[in-house]
């Protein structure tokens, strides 16, 4: 999203004008001509504005109220973490609008940053003891006005700084006005998808096909044609009505608040899932790297495992403290590249060094084991929580079909190519992540290891804070301080470990996040809500596919929750 330095640097200055206008901007409202522009945006209060101009952004005269409004407000701006990111800036929590100050992560990355954005954004958590100036004060109202706003610009406040503009600097498309933010281009868009998609869960593909035999491979490339359509299904429910941004913003939209407040804890328990995934990753690898590593205290030994998955969780609770998680994201965008490497690192060991070669061909079929294969392909295409960001921060929103087929498509690549590579290699003997099975001494097994170490260590805040941002939203606005939020954060990352520590088979939670949580965000709740939303407009096969893909998925979710349950159980046992 390559904003001009003029336009970012407005955008930034116009925010320490937004309290003096705002009264100016409501007492001009109901003066229509060319004032009219200026006082949806910036009194946020009276909904009789007039829209004459054909020009004024769409949002400013029909995005409904109850959508930005309700919980949770911040899903936007924390999701916008994933598919675009801004200038690193190292400072604790009191987050600024991730939405207003984004570029895209390949944009910034060979682009220098105007000094005004990073200037900008240091600013001191607290006040200092000495004698206020006048930037001083001008510094607590902005604190004050953050943590008024959970950390976030309110709308009306965004829209101000937006509509100011000037009218010939503002893109269109469609015949609607476009924020000076969608600017991503095709391949940028492609590469966010797939920096999006692939993940830790492109090591359990060869533990899948030991699961679920050859023809398992099916399932995978089913599962990838059925996310992108459903992923194209978001898109309408998006267009649907003005003011959507978001997928808990369609779940309102069809199912009222409640389907909101569904929709959006599904998601949160998603990422918190995945956060868990990645303690128990940390340990697992560490300790093979590390097998004799031990700790003793008094008569309590920590194992090697127990030991990495807690000093893991004590690297990444201070990065979950960051008010600036950019510093962050331009290491954890660049998961396209250590996925690449990865898989490369797989095939140099299988064809150059040759290690691993089974004997058997390996089974065609397992039926018993195709519950799991479903939940570890499905876990693969969980990106559907972050599409909806991704096609609002395209330049040409028409693209968006291609965009998200060439992601799925490339993704589904890899995945295939790791699956049919590490399963060829080892058979059987297969782990649940193919790292565990590199030889050691291999330079090629200790790349292919240590970047799978380090890449869930830069994501760990990207992936928790969602969730962090979404339960400080709960807190009483007094209540929002800096202890409270640190304490908050860290007892996320504590609980975190101790799921991890209590339930340490990444595999088997895997397929239970695949079978349970994605099969519901990516297949059955878009369609849900395409039919809820567009009833009165869908055709007769839409409908007969779409129910066709929530039976599917409602039966997919059923038994590889089950058979995931009951395996961890006899794991116990």
Same mark, same amino acid.
């Given at each position: 999203m390559k904003n001009s330095v003029s336009d970012r640097s407005f955008l930034i200055e116009s925010d320490d004008e937004d309290d003096a206008t705002a009264v100016e901007d409501g007492k001009r409202g109901g003066h229509g001509g060319e004032e009219s522009g200026d006082d949806g945006g910036g009194s946020g209060s009276d909904s009789s504005s007039p829209c004459d101009s054909?020009?004024?952004?769409?949002?400013?005269?029909?995005?409904?109220? *109850? !959508? #930005?409004?309700?919980?949770?407000?911040? =899903?936007?701006?924390?999701?916008?973490? &994933?598919?675009?990111?801004?200038?690193?800036?190292?400072?604790?929590?009191? #987050?600024p609008s991730l939405s207003r100050l984004s570029n895209s992560f390949l944009t910034n990355s060979f682009r220098g940053k105007p000094p005004e954005i990073i200037s900008s954004l240091i600013k001191p958590l607290l006040p200092t003891s000495t004698a206020p100036t006048r930037d001083d004060q001008q510094q607590q109202q902005h604190q004050e006005d953050v943590r008024k706003s959970s950390h976030y610009l309110p709308p009306s406040r965004k829209a101000s700084s937006l509509q100011r503009i000037p009218e010939d600097h503002r893109p269109i498309v469609g015949g609607h006005e476009v924020g000076p933010y969608r600017q991503c281009s095709y391949f940028q868009g492609v590469m966010n998808g797939v920096n999006v998609l692939c993940g830790v869960g492109i090591l359990? #593909?060869?533990?899948?096909?030991?699961? $679920? $035999?050859?023809?398992g491979l099916v399932i995978l490339v089913v599962l990838g044609a059925l996310a992108w359509y459903t992923g194209i299904l978001l898109r309408r429910c998006l267009d649907s009505k003005e003011g959507l941004e978001t997928y808990p913003d369609i779940g309102h939209a069809a199912f009222g608040t409640a389907g909101r407040i569904i929709i959006s804890i599904i998601l949160y328990m998603e990422l918190y899932a995945c956060c868990i995934e990645y303690l128990i990753l940390e340990s697992d690898n560490l300790s093979k790297l590390f097998p004799n590593a031990h700790l003793t205290i008094g008569s309590l030994t920590m194992d090697s495992h127990v030991l990495f998955a807690i000093l893991t969780a004590l690297v990444v609770m201070p990065t979950t403290w960051l008010r600036d998680l950019s510093?962050?994201?331009?290491?954890?965008?660049? $998961?396209?590249?250590?996925?690449?490497?990865?898989?490369? @690192?797989?095939?140099?060991?299988?064809?150059?060094?040759?290690? $691993?070669?089974?004997?058997s061909e390996g089974t065609a079929l397992n039926l018993p084991g195709i519950p799991i294969a479903i939940g570890l392909y499905g876990y693969c295409y969980s990106g559907h929580g972050v599409f909806p960001?991704? &096609?609002?921060?395209?330049?040409?929103?028409?693209?968006?079909?291609?965009? /998200?087929?060439?992601?799925? %498509?490339? *993704?589904?690549? +890899?995945?295939?190519? %790791?699956?049919?590579?590490? !399963?060829?290699?080892?058979?059987e003997s297969t782990e649940s992540q193919f790292t565990l099975n590199l030889p050691p001494n291999l330079v090629a097994s200790k790349i292919a290891v240590w970047t799978t170490v380090t890449n869930p260590i830069t994501k760990y805040a990207l992936t928790m804070t969602p969730l962090a941002l979404s339960l400080e939203e709960?807190?009483?606005?007094?209540?929002?301080? !800096?202890?409270?939020?640190?304490? +908050?954060?860290? %007892?996320?990352?504590?609980? *975190? /470990?101790?799921?991890?520590?209590?339930?340490?088979?990444?595999?088997?939670?895997?397929?239970?996040?695949?079978?349970?949580?994605?099969?519901?965000?990516? =297949?059955?709740?878009?369609?849900?809500?395409? +039919?809820?939303?567009?009833?009165?407009?869908? #055709?007769? !096969?839409?409908?007969?596919? @779409?129910?066709?893909?929530?039976?599917?998925?409602? @039966? @997919?979710?059923?038994?590889?929750? =089950?058979? *995931?349950?009951?395996?961890?159980?006899?794991?116990?046992?």
């Open positions: 054909p020009r004024v952004v769409a949002a400013q005269c029909s995005q409904p109220s *109850s !959508y #930005t409004q309700q919980w949770p407000q911040s =899903y936007r701006q924390s999701i916008d973490m &994933y598919s675009s990111v801004h200038s690193p800036n190292l400072s604790f929590l009191g #987050t359990s #593909t060869p533990y899948a096909v030991k699961q $679920g $035999g050859w023809l510093c962050l994201s331009f290491v954890s965008a660049g $998961g396209v590249i250590a996925s690449i490497v990865i898989v490369s @690192c797989l095939f140099w060991v299988g064809l150059v060094d040759h290690v $691993g070669t089974v004997k960001n991704i &096609y609002s921060s395209l330049k040409k929103r028409n693209q968006f079909p291609a965009v /998200l087929f060439t992601c799925i %498509a490339l *993704s589904t690549v +890899l995945f295939a190519g %790791a699956a049919i590579m590490g !399963y060829i290699m080892f058979g709960l807190l009483p606005p007094n209540q929002q301080t !800096y202890p409270n939020i640190v304490m +908050l954060r860290s %007892a996320l990352v504590v609980s *975190s /470990l101790i799921v991890a520590l209590s339930v340490p088979f990444f595999g088997l939670v895997m397929s239970l996040v695949g079978s349970f949580l994605t099969m519901f965000v990516a =297949y059955i709740l878009p369609c849900a809500c395409f +039919l809820a939303i567009l009833r009165s407009k869908v #055709t007769w !096969y839409q409908v007969v596919l @779409c129910v066709f893909i929530i039976a599917v998925g409602l @039966c @997919c979710a059923g038994v590889g929750t =089950y058979s *995931s349950l009951s395996k961890i159980i006899q794991q116990y046992q």
